[in-house]
């Protein structure tokens, strides 16, 4: 499986922004689709953002116009920027990455995760 490490968490004030960072590595396999997902305490782990090798994106409706998605294919690397925090976002934010080991085989990964809490 491609290994994922997540980064840039933390502590913000309501209002305020966070960049996410997300970078993929492993051999042998072709990296499709990479997304960002959440889990709130007692909740559900919901879609955030997903975004294709080609640059296309999908937003959950809770926060379009406030977070992007963006990928460098060349790093590995995707990223969330998020802006106009809420309380409603303070969750463990999670790195998804799905794709081929070839022969039909695909995989589906998930890093460990960082935190982002929002809060005065």
């Not at 993929?24 to 879609?47: H, T």
Request: proline share 2%; net charge positive; aromatic share 10%.
């Amino acid at each position: 499986q491609v290994q994922l490490v997540e980064s840039g968490g933390g502590l913000v004030q309501p209002g305020g922004s966070l960049r996410l960072s997300c970078v993929a590595s492993g051999r042998f396999v072709v990296i499709n689709d990479m997304g960002w997902y959440r889990q709130a305490p007692g909740k559900q782990r919901d879609l955030v953002a997903t975004i294709t090798s080609g640059g296309t994106t999908n937003y959950a409706d809770s926060i379009k116009g406030r977070f992007t998605i963006s990928r460098d294919n060349a790093k590995n690397t995707i990223y969330l920027q998020m802006n106009s925090l809420k309380p409603e976002d303070t969750a463990v934010y999670y790195c998804n990455a799905y794709g081929n080991r070839g022969w039909g085989f695909t995989f589906n990964s998930w890093g460990q995760g960082t935190q982002v809490t929002v809060s005065l």
